[in-house]
């Protein structure tokens, strides 16, 4: 069981970070409020 749920706990970090990844490059659509991002997401941030 232990071994069932170091696979699910890595593959729910792996998840997390793609998408963590993914709204640091994106933009809110609401049209007066972006909440503040996290310092370590903004460091995910692609330079184009």
Do not use: F, G
Request: proline residues 4%; hydrophobic residues 40%; glycine residues 0%.
């Amino acid at each position: 069981m232990k071994k069932l749920n170091d696979v699910v706990l890595k593959l729910l970090a792996k998840t997390a970070y793609a998408n963590a990844k993914k709204e640091a490059n994106s933009a809110c659509l609401c049209l007066n409020y972006q909440p503040k991002m996290p310092e370590k997401v903004r460091k995910l941030k692609s330079k184009r």
